[in-house]
């Protein structure tokens, strides 16, 4: 079965630093997201890619974050000057289309700890 | 009120024991319905989509009452690989293929 890839799967950072997460969504998937889940607490949405542009992102998206899609195949995650409250797992996904039945296909998501 | 809510257990059911899960949802104009398995430390895994008309695979059973805002998941003949988080997600139409999860029920199966 085709999956989404992650990488790295654990990155321990210093607060202040900038981090970038990295992600291969599904090949033949057109649309991207990053949820985060803080340890013990929900999933939550942080942002939407459709056409190289955001769709949609929460209000934890903020300034701090950014998303790219540098080549044909990677959608990076970047947080600059990480705080301590970043510290979570970061979820990257990718479906096919925007409708309610395109399963949205996660990857194995990278930890990340901010100390 | 939350979003989506559900009752955060755990549940500690035996081998063979039927359990079921409660959520409800805050916007009554949400159409599209989900449950999700989440392994401790893994990604979310869909389980099975929520019909209006209730709908089953295999042990697994979901059932959707739009007038209660209330979704369900019924497991029957649980098995210890069944132990999880359980995740009642509700997808929001007014955004762009954005879903929205409940906290979780954990399942403990044990022997």
């Known amino acids: 079965e085709p999956e989404v890839t992650q990488t790295p799967s654990h990155q321990v950072t210093q607060m202040g630093q900038e981090v970038i997460l990295r992600c291969v969504p599904i090949?033949?998937?057109?649309?991207f997201y990053w949820y985060r889940q803080i340890l013990g607490q929900k999933v939550e949405f942080l942002v939407s890619?459709?056409?190289?542009?955001?769709?949609?992102k929460s209000e934890i998206f903020d300034d701090q974050f950014s998303v790219e899609r540098p080549d044909g195949s990677n959608f990076t995650l970047k947080i600059r000057s990480t705080k301590l409250e970043d510290s979570a797992m970061y979820f990257c996904a990718s479906s096919e289309g925007a409708s309610s039945g395109n399963t949205i296909y996660f990857g194995e998501g990278s930890w990340l700890t901010v100390v | 009120r939350k979003e989506v809510e559900q009752d955060p257990g755990p549940f500690n059911v035996p081998e063979g024991a039927t359990v079921a899960f409660n959520c409800t949802y805050s916007n009554s104009a949400s159409q599209s319905f989900f449950w999700y398995r989440q392994d401790c430390r893994k990604e979310p895994k869909l389980l099975m989509s929520?019909?209006?008309s209730g709908n089953e695979d295999g042990r697994f059973t979901a059932q959707l009452n739009r007038a209660s805002q209330y979704i369900s998941l019924l497991i029957r003949d649980s098995k210890l690989s069944d132990s999880a988080t359980y995740l009642c997600?509700?997808?929001?139409?007014?955004?762009?293929?954005?879903?929205?999860f409940g906290a979780g029920t954990r399942l403990a199966v044990h022997p």
């Open positions: 090949s033949n998937h057109l649309y």
């Open positions: 929520v019909y209006s």
């Open positions: 997600v509700v997808f929001d139409s007014g955004g762009y293929n954005k879903l929205i």
């Open positions: 890619f459709y056409n190289n542009e955001i769709s949609e």
